[in-house]
């Protein structure tokens, strides 16, 4: 009968601390196991490998086919498990205690165990050292009590330690009132300015005590002059379109301009609120194109889509761009 060897590392090597498992390229790169293992077979063993460095003893797995049909990735399937077993087990060897211990990943646990032993032996005397580094508690008189001159020393160093005190607070509140005067008078807000356009803007949308002026004037300045003259003209269809919905409210001003919902309520109308939608690549978007680049030294603009864009005309006149907002 043949007797079983003892465990390969001690009973109580605990490596979950680590997470890294070294791993020796070269030799498993020539192994026997890279060479002959099937495919599953290799999976399997180097997920025992990973598995057996975070168990305890570290280096070792139960010999339990449930147990290691789990780690080895075979979930359940324990019968699939047993099929490549042989493969994925090359070099596992039983112990005395039943537990099974590859020689290379014991090695490699034994080798990290000293480590970390080594690693806190030096931890602990560096901890001495500083220990042994800072200063003596006072030494008392034959009699017991506390000399004289230390009584003296701590003294001093109390009253002149009050002393500084002092003198630090009428510091500092000196340092603060030479603050206050160099800071001179504090600064007053002013009242923000905008532009005519969007205080044109502003009166015409349906504004509420909730809206913030300002945000909309930051959202407003980033529009092109068309696309302002656009939202501008846009108000009165978006205010008939709020006053036609009792339970709506009307989206922030600020909010409208950023997601150009006035692109959605163009004006389309007789008189002066009169718009038409021009396609591009017509006579007519030809016309108002020539007519920007005239007067604008730019294209004529264009909606998203890239379709064409509402002018205040179908056909570029002297009416049409003083309602466009180019002729004052």
Same mark, same amino acid.
């Given at each position: 009968?043949n007797e079983l060897?003892?465990?390969l590392?001690h009973?109580?090597?605990?490596l979950r601390d680590?997470?890294?498992?070294?791993?020796?390229?070269?030799?498993?790169?020539?192994?026997d196991?890279?060479?002959a293992?099937?495919?599953?077979?290799?999976?399997?063993?180097v997920l025992?490998?990973c598995?057996?460095?975070?168990?305890i003893p570290?280096?070792s797995?139960p010999?339990?086919?449930?147990?290691?049909s789990?780690?080895?990735g075979?979930?359940?399937?324990?019968?699939?498990w047993?099929?490549h077993?042989?493969? %994925?087990?090359?070099?596992w060897?039983?112990?005395?205690?039943?537990?099974?211990?590859?020689?290379?990943?014991?090695?490699?646990?034994?080798?990290?165990w000293?480590a970390?032993?080594k690693?806190r032996?030096r931890?602990?005397?560096?901890?001495?050292?500083?220990l042994?580094?800072?200063?003596?508690s006072?030494q008392?008189?034959?009699?017991?009590?506390?000399?004289?001159?230390?009584?003296?020393t701590?003294?001093?160093?109390?009253?002149?330690?009050?002393?500084?005190?002092?003198?630090?607070?009428?510091?500092?509140?000196s340092t603060?009132?030479?603050?206050d005067?160099?800071?001179?008078?504090?600064?007053?807000?002013?009242?923000h300015k905008?532009?005519?356009?969007f205080?044109?803007?502003?009166?015409?949308?349906p504004?509420?005590?909730?809206?913030?002026?300002?945000? %909309?004037?930051?959202?407003?300045?980033?529009?092109?002059?068309?696309?302002q003259t656009?939202?501008? %003209?846009?108000?009165?269809?978006?205010?008939?379109?709020?006053?036609?919905r009792?339970?709506?409210r009307?989206?922030h001003?600020?909010?409208y301009l950023?997601?150009r919902?006035?692109d959605g309520?163009a004006?389309?109308?007789t008189g002066?609120d009169?718009?038409?939608?021009?396609k591009?690549?017509?006579?007519?978007?030809?016309?108002?194109?020539?007519?920007?680049?005239?007067n604008?030294?730019?294209?004529?603009?264009?909606n998203?889509e890239g379709?064409?864009?509402w002018?205040a005309?179908?056909?570029?006149?002297?009416e049409?761009?003083?309602?466009?907002?180019?002729?004052?």
């Amino acid at each position: 009968m043949n007797e079983l060897p003892v465990p390969l590392v001690h009973a109580n090597l605990d490596l979950r601390d680590f997470p890294y498992m070294p791993l020796d390229v070269v030799r498993l790169r020539d192994s026997d196991l890279a060479a002959a293992a099937t495919a599953e077979e290799f999976r399997a063993a180097v997920l025992l490998w990973c598995a057996s460095w975070h168990q305890i003893p570290a280096g070792s797995l139960p010999d339990e086919d449930i147990v290691l049909s789990r780690l080895a990735g075979f979930g359940r399937a324990v019968n699939e498990w047993r099929e490549h077993k042989t493969g %994925a087990l090359k070099n596992w060897i039983k112990c005395l205690d039943g537990r099974l211990y590859h020689p290379t990943v014991s090695s490699k646990a034994n080798e990290a165990w000293e480590a970390k032993q080594k690693q806190r032996e030096r931890t602990a005397a560096a901890r001495a050292a500083r220990l042994s580094q800072q200063p003596s508690s006072v030494q008392t008189g034959p009699s017991g009590n506390v000399p004289a001159d230390v009584t003296t020393t701590v003294t001093e160093n109390v009253t002149s330690s009050k002393g500084r005190e002092g003198n630090r607070r009428e510091s500092t509140s000196s340092t603060i009132e030479d603050n206050d005067k160099l800071s001179g008078p504090k600064r007053v807000r002013t009242r923000h300015k905008y532009s005519d356009e969007f205080e044109r803007f502003w009166q015409a949308y349906p504004t509420d005590a909730n809206m913030g002026k300002l945000e %909309a004037w930051q959202e407003w300045i980033r529009l092109a002059p068309e696309d302002q003259t656009a939202a501008i %003209a846009s108000c009165p269809k978006f205010r008939a379109y709020c006053a036609s919905r009792k339970d709506y409210r009307p989206v922030h001003a600020s909010r409208y301009l950023a997601k150009r919902r006035f692109d959605g309520h163009a004006a389309v109308g007789t008189g002066s609120d009169a718009r038409a939608f021009v396609k591009v690549g017509t006579a007519q978007w030809d016309a108002w194109d020539a007519w920007y680049r005239r007067n604008k030294k730019l294209a004529a603009p264009v909606n998203r889509e890239g379709t064409g864009y509402w002018f205040a005309t179908e056909w570029p006149n002297s009416e049409s761009a003083t309602t466009q907002g180019f002729v004052k």
